[in-house]
């Protein structure tokens, strides 16, 4: 009887009607609209600091993989427009200090590493797997608020970012595995 019961609500709650400002989940909404505006700042701030990256990087696999990265990011804010565009909001941007503090970490270990060393990219690839990782739980956590706001269309975008999110996350964490890290280890001992 329970898990009737349990069945029930939760079909009850994938039948929710789109959320509106009027209705009761507009607190809710208003958190929604504010989060895609902060990733909207961070995504945007992230193409500014990719080429940076790229730029400081030793490695071609690993400039590639941020070139790579940068033309996604791009993409990723066109969605996020697409974003506003169905919610019917203008595309606005709200600074996200997370994200600000990740770019900086990223260009302090620039700042104290070694141009060309193999170091400086293992630095690089961990500053920007933080970058993912905050990318993966904010687009992870806005596509299933998306779902429970009855904004299906707009969690299938926001999961196809997700997607690729996790995609560079990997990319990243093999560049490291395959080479990096070893000549860093290396850099060390001479």
């Not at 071609?60 to 427009?81: D, G, I, S």
Request: with cysteine; charged share 35%.
């Amino acid at each position: 009887m329970a898990k009737t019961a349990k069945k029930s609500a939760g079909a009850s709650r994938a039948k929710a009607s789109v959320a509106t400002e009027s209705d009761p989940k507009s607190a809710l909404l208003v958190l929604f609209k504010d989060s895609i505006k902060d990733i909207y700042w961070a995504e945007k701030h992230l193409t500014k600091a990719l080429p940076k990256m790229r730029k400081a990087a030793t490695s071609p696999e690993l400039q590639e993989a941020f070139e790579t990265h940068l033309e996604q990011t791009q993409e990723h804010v066109a969605r996020l427009e697409q974003v506003f565009e169905l919610l019917e909001t203008k595309a606005q941007a709200k600074k996200c200090d997370a994200m600000e503090g990740l770019v900086q970490e990223a260009e302090s270990i620039i700042e104290d590493t070694e141009k060309g060393t193999a170091t400086r990219d293992v630095g690089l690839i961990l500053a920007a797997q933080k970058v993912e990782h905050y990318e993966i739980a904010t687009y992870g956590g806005l596509a299933q608020l998306a779902r429970t706001l009855g904004h299906d269309e707009i969690a299938d975008i926001l999961a196809e970012t997700l997607e690729e999110e996790k995609e560079t996350d990997e990319l990243l964490t093999g560049i490291a595995e395959n080479d990096i890290n070893y000549e860093a280890a290396e850099e060390d001992e001479e």
